[in-house]
């Protein structure tokens, strides 16, 4: 129920409720499904309020979740470059 959802808002039920009900998706099928929706899930837009360094006020600050991912890993690698 909830992938329906999913894909409802990825504008994906049309092409689903298109198909007969009674006919089965092959596993190929299945998987370009999936594969459409992760990378609609990482271009997906993600905003938050962050306090500015030095600074009471908070400044909003968007970014995908593709970016945001790239971002995690660099920190991670950052630091365990600085623990050697």
């Given at each position: 129920?909830r ?9 994906l039920?049309?092409m ?9 998706k ?8 999936a594969?459409a929706?992760?990378?609609s899930a990482?271009?997906?837009?993600v ?8 600074s ?11 970016q ?5 890993e ?6 365990r470059?600085?623990?050697?």
């Open positions: 129920m992938t329906l959802m999913l894909l409802g808002l990825l504008g039920a049309p689903l409720q298109a198909e007969d009900a009674a006919a089965t092959s596993d190929a099928d299945t998987e370009a499904t594969d929706a992760k990378a990482k271009s997906e837009v905003c938050r309020f962050e306090k500015r360094l030095g009471n006020l908070k400044e909003k600050v968007c970014f995908t979740r593709a945001q991912e790239l971002d995690r660099a920190a991670q690698k950052s630091l470059n600085a623990e050697h």
